[in-house]
């Protein structure tokens, strides 16, 4: 559809898109008039406007939950795009400008405290971003060659890495199922795309090929390779010691991204948009810092959401993304990607997720917890 | 398709073994077809309308398939692919149609009145009698590559022909987005509407995009005449009823196919065709007649005969479950109709039909009685 050369025979208006049942950042900002400025265009690699919105007009949202609704299929699409992109950027992300700049700060020796979230609440804390490999189109419009390539390349990268983060790769198409599902329980490993979010936009084709995980003998570095991006990079480790997590995380990026470097093919990023990834959502830092925690009493008190909203943070079941919460467990984290350090997020998760224990240790001993509300972030 | 990898203008950078897909694990027509040198080969061709190699074969690589079922592993995105990738689809066309070669010729033969008999399969076995086919429309490319405005161009079109149609034609047509939930069971439930797309067969050859926009079915006052708009194919006619009387249906069919037929010819778009493989349609495995012409039975005592796959393939005929391709049998009853596409006529495959099911029945009466069935095993149609 997307390299139909036939289509522009036809009017904008013909080939416009019914948006009328849809709730999506996408279908919030398109107009007639924008598709029609746009539908010619295209990137150097052949990423066309139909290209970036396939996914939000197949998958017209939820009255609750707001989806992006776009994606992009290389680095060059938030600049051909920007018409769309911007003002879905800046609706999604608290009003960033498109003059705006994104600073980046991974020094974890910048993070004060969180090495002492209390482990009989916080259960476990991870911190997880994404990187794209310059070079290469992204995961939506990515051809096998391309794909195999930035796994070839993934692979050298990581196992060079030693001490701490020595490790192996394991591609999915050579993995038993019984491994398989060990990764999955320990939550390891990603989910085979059945989200229609995601098959949409054409990331699951070819699959598995070219896709794998690699993680170190301790399991408490992971990468995901060719997934909804290029890299996923996730620290975690049981408890609460946050700070931990951090410093691993920084460290085993920072040493991935020389080596990728080393071989001329750094990671995309600009002092606008960040660290440039798959979905609009992931500017930024791509980072979502976040713990599994108990909170049954909190949870249920009429000012949660309202404190998470303060807090600058966002809650999910312990599934992940669109999950429910099982025995009063959440997975909280950072609402923010764009706009914010690294630093910064994980810092309010921290500060935040302290808080919260706080009070819930309060609510346990029937104590009121007026006194501790934040001011917002 | 809109899955930017088609035109992806990078990929003829890479070597064809980095784009070879890897077809290892795989168990369709395509894979046992493509090569990594007629990939090399064919890679960086395209139709007029823009449609690629990788476009033709994505749904293959996508779906790996099943040791015991062949699928197609590949569509068409218009008219010129089954031209421009012939190296890839004429042999997979031979494969799948008994070995239909490039120099063949299809016959088309519409003319009900050459059946004999058909009127008479017994109503107390034959359940329901059903004959459908697709037809695409010239001008348009097909549902894996269409645009929205070509979408909507061809639902436009269909409407206006099938609105002006009458007598035991008349009818009325749904739209699929105005359609409520309540309609949608119900026609569903009379077997009328198609499904929404959830096989990944039809959803990675990105024949589900835009749902469902342009997406309808028509159908005359009396439900016996059916028109899906903008499926898998651009038009799939339908005509059918309860018991066994497969003349009529198959009388229905020819007279609204080719009243249908005028129409569109006469705004210009008449249906995509040629003489060496009939009807052109989306998947190879429909070109031909693109004609399934079946019936629900009841055959209890026959389906558990150790003779009866045998007795199925010398008739010509294949069996399903009774919610169509890929369902379980439920009651004894199944879903019998023909297995040619290609090489013979409409005619002629509803006639293997009649001629199949009457005998298939008179053995189940026979078994029915604990008589033995071999003197009537028949010979290889």
Not at chain 2, 152 to 167: F, N, P, Q
Request: contains cysteine.
């Amino acid at each position: 559809n997307t390299h139909h050369t036939m289509k522009l025979k036809y009017d904008s208006d013909q080939e416009y898109p019914d948006l009328s049942k849809h709730n999506n950042h996408m279908a919030k900002i398109l107009t007639p008039a924008m598709y029609e400025n746009l539908r010619s265009k295209e990137t150097p690699s052949g990423f066309t406007l139909d290209d970036v919105i396939q996914t939000g007009i197949d998958n017209p949202g939820h009255p609750f939950i707001m989806t992006v609704g776009c994606v992009a299929g290389d680095e060059e699409a938030y600049e051909v795009f920007k018409e769309l992109l911007d003002p879905v950027i800046e609706d999604r992300h608290g009003g960033y400008k498109p003059s705006d700049k994104h600073k980046t700060d991974i020094n974890p020796d910048n993070l004060k405290g969180g090495d002492d979230l209390d482990s009989d609440y916080v259960l476990s804390s991870r911190v997880r971003t994404g990187r794209s490999v310059r070079g290469f189109c992204l995961p939506p419009h990515c051809s096998r060659g391309e794909r195999r390539a930035v796994e070839q390349l993934s692979i050298e990268a990581l196992d060079s890495l030693s001490g701490d983060l020595q490790g192996k790769y394991y591609a999915l198409k050579n993995m038993s199922d019984a491994e398989q599902q060990q990764l999955i329980d320990d939550h390891f490993l990603f989910d085979k795309p059945v989200s229609p979010l995601l098959l949409a936009s054409g990331m699951g084709r070819d699959w598995p090929d070219a896709r794998g995980i690699w993680h170190n003998d301790n399991k408490t570095f992971l990468v995901w390779v060719n997934e909804e991006d290029h890299l996923r990079v996730i620290s975690m480790q049981k408890g609460g010691n946050t700070k931990e997590v951090f410093n691993r995380f920084c460290t085993g990026l920072t040493k991935i991204e020389t080596l990728f470097k080393e071989r001329k093919h750094g990671f995309m990023w600009n002092e606008h948009l960040g660290y440039v990834l798959t979905c609009p959502s992931n500017l930024g830092t791509g980072l979502r810092a976040g713990v599994h925690v108990k909170l049954p009493n909190l949870s249920k008190n009429a000012k949660f959401e309202d404190i998470l909203k303060k807090l600058r943070l966002q809650k999910r079941g312990t599934g992940g993304v669109d999950t429910a919460a099982v025995g009063g467990v959440f997975d909280i984290s950072n609402a923010d990607r764009l706009g914010f350090s690294e630093v910064e997020l994980v810092q309010m998760v921290v500060d935040g997720v302290r808080l919260m224990v706080e009070m819930e240790k309060k609510l346990e001993k029937g104590e009121s917890i007026d006194n501790v509300m934040p001011a917002q972030k | 398709m809109p899955f930017g990898n088609t035109h992806n203008n990078f990929k003829l950078n890479y070597k064809v073994e980095d784009e070879f897909p890897d077809l290892s694990k795989h168990n369709n027509h395509m894979a046992k077809v493509l090569t990594k040198e007629l990939y090399g080969k064919i890679r960086d061709r395209q139709t007029p309308s823009g449609y690629t190699l990788d476009d033709v074969i994505q749904t293959g690589v996508d779906n790996p398939g099943h040791p015991f079922i062949m699928t197609v592993g590949c569509v068409a995105g218009d008219e010129e692919s089954y031209e421009v990738f012939k190296d890839l689809l004429d042999p997979i066309i031979s494969d799948r149609h008994g070995g239909y070669k490039p120099t063949d010729k299809h016959v088309t033969d519409l003319n009900f009145e050459n059946l004999k008999g058909g009127d008479d399969l017994d109503p107390a076995y034959v359940l329901s009698s059903r004959v459908r086919t697709g037809r695409s429309i010239k001008g348009f490319t097909l549902p894996p590559h269409n645009s929205r405005g070509e979408r909507r161009g061809i639902e436009k079109l269909s409407v206006e022909a099938l609105t002006s149609l009458d007598g035991e034609f008349k009818g009325k047509y749904y739209p699929l987005k105005s359609m409520t939930d309540a309609e949608q069971d119900q026609l569903i439930n009379d077997h009328f509407l198609f499904d929404k797309p959830v096989s990944p067969l039809l959803t990675c050859a990105g024949m589900a995009r835009d749902w469902p926009d342009g997406r309808g079915i028509m159908h005359n006052d009396n439900k016996t005449f059916l028109v899906w708009v903008n499926e898998e194919d651009h038009l799939r006619v339908i005509s059918m009823q309860q018991g066994g009387n497969m003349r009529e249906v198959f009388k229905r069919f020819c007279v609204g196919l080719k009243k249908i037929e005028e129409i569109f010819k006469k705004h210009g778009h008449g249906f995509m065709w040629n003489e060496h493989l009939g009807y052109i349609l989306t998947c190879p495995s429909n070109l031909g007649t693109g004609l399934r012409g079946g019936v629900h039975v009841k055959l209890p005592k026959l389906s558990v005969h150790a003779k009866f796959d045998e007795i199925l393939s010398r008739l010509r005929l294949q069996k399903r479950g009774t919610g169509g391709v890929d369902t379980a049998s439920v009651g004894g009853v199944f879903d019998i109709s023909n297995a040619d596409r290609l090489g013979s006529s409409e005619v002629a495959q509803v006639q293997l039909v009649v001629d199949g099911v009457k005998l298939m029945v008179e053995m189940e009466k026979k078994l029915e009685k604990g008589e033995a069935i071999d003197s009537m095993i028949p010979a290889q149609k």
